[in-house]
């Protein structure tokens, strides 16, 4: 007998039609038919619910930043656009895109610990602001921006003394590549004055995917003591302050959703009790993976059925080439399965232990280990969950001569 | 004081000219500066030497495969379509690359455990050997064949009882999506045979990645046994069987190089020695990462030299996008660093304990941690050793807007 393990939860609000996982009206198998496999499939109605469910939980007057590093597929990036009071971007590739989609160039700002000379200059050129990561980038850009004979919008990201607890990735807190160590914020801020450039702010991300809304609260508190002290410490108040990020979503057995109401309580709290060198600064929190991941779902049909020593394998024309992170081989030390479905046979019940792979010639390449599901046959849809974000952007596609995936935003 | 973190061995017969490491007779300033950062560079004098030093090593008559999905850069396959005997794929679009390098049909095999019935139909049309994985793909191909008209070549993929010990990746001994279990493969060989179809022998592959000379003897061993004992069940000599490949190539402190001369002597005994039934069978291995893993180099240019909390982090503008397996989030649970220097600085002594990252706002982008290095600035090359095999193929080239690295064959 084989040991079922967990998967992760579905996200709630998936609806059925004809026993079939439906999205925008229509069922995985007429999805999958017209569009091909494997196909992910965005729901634009769950980033809009998603939008209206954060902006009623913020505090008022709190910008909602969209990552766009979390998906950039570029439908799906119009309407983020639209939803959303800024475009967060980490390369000069992503600033095109932003551009593509409309974004207001003073609606975007640019972070990442290594940007190219050339990508500096774009970002000048185009009048969105950078997040200056060090000493060394903040000469860079100003000597780009005298030649240009353009004002550079530079805020500072800051390195911070703190992390975000029990978060996925932690970005600060330590010796880090990302922003600059808090001793060196207040000189940078100076010679971005003394050069006529316009100071935007800062910028202080301390980690991503956190569950724990205590755990954001008290990063959230950290990042509004650590701007006070360190206009305090300049003289000025700055413009603009990026709280970072940092909400998660449930991916596995046990996780669950980040209690937002409670984060944007305590968040006005803490808004209405600001020092006076910060009543000035409009404030925002960025967020990637929070906004657009529980919209996205992957479909991939299956290949083959077959048994190994009493062991039943799904076989799908899918993957880790589009699927990375939910194969375990992303940033993960011990792989969990991640919510997965037979799509078209959403309303079945369990009836056997599979375990999900993908068409890949690599044992790496697993979607689902030991899971329980419906009895599933060649030509039946697998379904995974929270495909949204870093699916197919942050995986190989091009690995075994495979290639991209489809990408569909519907209604 | 930092403490320092051994990087693997570079791999013997690189050279300095003017004190930076060359490839091709160029420095790899040179090769930056006209074909741009980052960028793979494949060294063919190194493909042509592995080749022959494996040829001497091997057994006269044993066939050497090239499985294309270590690196399936373009030129670097047309130079491989020369040197080795056969060409082993995994995906239609492998397929289609294969051909176009000048591939010979009768010299390919085509490996998966997720074959979409396009792809077995293409590879019907082409006329090169399926290995089979199971029982319902072996009635698929059977019905392509009958509707095409075409008598399809198929060979037995077997799930070994056995697996290759001390392997990086083991595709045997145990419940496996690859091949199919030892019980089902005469019931499905006389399927070919009553067909008519054209049964082509077995493809056995029990891991990869192995660096012990008496792991992979072992396992050589047991895959003549059991091709051996499948003959007898069946009747019936296999025209070829596939002994699968395994060699590993040294990435990490302390690995060594495979000692190939025991290899191939242990498999000469073994082939002087073979039962009737596999006399005149043709014997081939099939390696992937051995033959091109160390003729690669990625090179990465600095971009900025920071510190934090007394540590120092070398930012390039390269990173897991092109180098996802170095950056240890490909198939690895505890990361280590991939040989690396400083590749205009070749020469030089190290001089300063470095964090080399890449330009991903992601903590996951990390090449070499606290390595041992020359003292480096903006402008210098980092090079990254043995990324001729699942580098720029296996990495999420699109992330964070990046796109993938120019690559580059020199003499």
């Not at 596995?252 to 209690?259: A, I, N, Y």
């Amino acid at each position: 007998m084989i040991k079922t393990k967990a998967t992760g939860p579905i996200p709630t609000g998936f609806h059925a039609i004809d026993g079939e996982l439906a999205l925008g009206g229509q069922t995985a198998s007429a999805l999958v038919a017209e569009n091909g496999s494997p196909l992910f499939v965005y729901a634009k109605n769950r980033l809009d619910d998603r939008m209206a469910q954060l902006r009623a939980a913020m505090p008022d007057g709190l910008d909602l930043h969209y990552a766009m590093k979390a998906n950039p597929f570029p439908p799906l990036l119009r309407h983020m656009v639209g939803l959303a009071d800024g475009i967060d971007i980490a390369s000069g590739g992503e600033l095109h895109m932003a551009l593509e989609a409309g974004a207001a160039p003073d609606h975007i700002s640019f972070a990442g610990p290594g940007k190219r000379d050339e990508e500096i200059e774009q970002a000048i050129r185009a009048g969105v602001t950078i997040n200056i990561e060090s000493p060394g980038e903040c000469d860079r850009a100003l000597k780009t921006g005298g030649a240009l004979g353009r004002q550079p919008r530079l805020a500072i990201r800051v390195n911070p003394d703190f992390d975000l607890k029990g978060s996925g990735m932690k970005m600060g807190g330590g010796a880090k590549p990302f922003g600059m160590d808090i001793e060196l914020v207040a000189p940078t801020v100076q010679t971005i004055l003394d050069a006529g450039a316009d100071w935007r702010g800062f910028h202080i991300f301390a980690g991503s995917q956190a569950l724990s809304a205590d755990a954001i609260i008290e990063t959230q508190a950290q990042t509004l003591e650590l701007a006070a002290r360190l206009a305090t410490e300049i003289g000025a108040s700055p413009a603009h302050v990026n709280l970072g990020g940092g909400f998660g979503i449930p991916y596995f057995p046990g996780d669950e959703q980040l209690d937002i109401i409670r984060v944007g309580r305590a968040l006005s709290d803490q808004f209405a009790q600001l020092p006076d060198i910060l009543t000035s600064t409009q404030f925002a929190i960025e967020l990637g993976r929070y906004l657009v991941g529980e919209a996205g779902v992957y479909l991939t049909r299956i290949v083959d059925r077959k048994q190994s020593q009493g062991q039943t394998f799904l076989v799908t024309d899918g993957g880790l080439h589009h699927q990375l992170a939910a194969s375990g081989n992303f940033g993960t030390v011990v792989r969990r399965n991640y919510p997965a479905a037979i799509a078209n046979r959403f309303e079945e019940e369990p009836a056997e232990t599979v375990s999900i792979v993908g068409c890949l010639c690599t044992p790496l390449d697993r979607l689902s280990d030991n899971a329980a599901m419906p009895r599933a046959s060649v030509g039946d849809i697998v379904a995974i969950f929270c495909a949204g974000a870093y699916g197919a952007s942050a995986s190989p596609a091009n690995f075994l001569g495979q290639g991209p995936a489809r990408e569909l935003l519907v209604d």
